[in-house]
């Protein structure tokens, strides 16, 4: 007979216990960034698995600027182009972008096969939106191209770290 009421306290624990381990919904992030000569402000950027991102980009600067997020760098006559490994590709992720600008093809250059955001003048603003995946655990990198390079030569660059 004591056993039942034993045994019934087991499987409430569990139960409590089955309910407290299991993932709760994370809140969305956002972030502002604000795009200048030649810098992201703020520059390291931090998210979880899970979360919903909205980055919301504003060309402070006086020139056009872009923003890509992926890893190793591809270099095009000596100079960095763009990345090899587009985050959003390599995570099976299509980001929504809005306020983007349409950069024109430049001729004799290949196009970049990932997802970018083109902000072509002053107060120009966007914002790329998408969920954080598991795929997406580790460390990415932030950067702007424009000017054959020059931008991220100069420091226009940061991190996009995902944590599990």
């Not at 001729?107 to 790329?128: F, R, S």
């Not at 598991?134 to 944590?163: L, N, P």
Request: aromatic share 10%; glycine share 8%; charged share 25%.
């Amino acid at each position: 007979m004591k056993r039942i009421p034993i045994l019934l306290f087991f499987l409430v624990a569990c139960a409590i216990l089955i309910t407290a381990c299991q993932s709760k919904k994370l809140e969305p992030v956002n972030f502002t960034i604000h795009m200048k000569e030649y810098s992201f402000d703020p520059m390291n950027l931090e998210a979880k698995v899970g979360q919903e991102v909205t980055i919301e980009l504003i060309n402070d600067g006086t020139l056009a600027h872009e923003f890509l997020i992926g890893k190793d760098v591809n270099m095009v006559d000596s100079r960095p182009s763009d990345f090899t490994t587009d985050m959003f590709k390599a995570a099976g992720v299509e980001p929504t972008i809005t306020g983007s600008a349409e950069e024109p093809p430049v001729e004799g250059e290949t196009p970049y096969n990932g997802y970018e955001v083109h902000l072509e003048k002053t107060g120009d603003k966007a914002t790329i939106s998408f969920p954080v995946t598991k795929e997406m655990v580790g460390e990415w990198e932030i950067g702007c191209f424009e000017q054959e390079g020059v931008h991220y030569t100069a420091g226009m660059k940061g991190t996009f770290t995902v944590t599990p």
